[in-house]
């Protein structure tokens, strides 16, 4: 499996930015698919996540009144649309493949996301 995130850059405080993340490889809804962030020396954050099959969805209490994921296994993608940006949302956003519970063996390259005030 490969993962390749794209769809960060310069966004205002206030407005919406939409992250892709698409895979490639093994059957797609086969397995769970995560968005991560770090921020400037900040550790890497758990953000979101959408289970294959149910596709369950899971949200760290830092965004997830503000942030949605989806997946659409018809394009081999999963979407981490993001609303209401903050500077603080200012990070490297990646996106990886779950391996089983609790960690995650395939990770994207990262998009780059900057929130200006």
């Known amino acids: 499996v490969q993962l390749q995130a794209s769809g960060g850059g310069l966004v205002q405080a206030g407005a919406s930015r939409r992250l892709s993340c698409l895979a490639s490889g093994r059957a797609f809804n086969s397995y769970s698919v995560a968005w991560f962030r770090q921020g400037p020396g900040k550790e890497r954050e758990f953000l979101a996540a959408?289970?294959?099959?149910?596709?369950?969805?899971y949200y760290s209490d830092s965004v997830k009144d503000r942030f949605i994921v989806f997946r659409d296994n018809a394009k081999s993608t999963v979407y981490l649309q993001m609303n209401s940006l903050k500077s603080e949302d200012t990070a490297v956003y990646y996106c990886a493949k779950s391996g089983g519970i609790g960690y995650y063996d395939t990770w994207g390259q990262g998009t780059q996301v900057t929130v200006s005030s």
């Open positions: 959408v289970r294959y099959g149910t596709s369950r969805l």
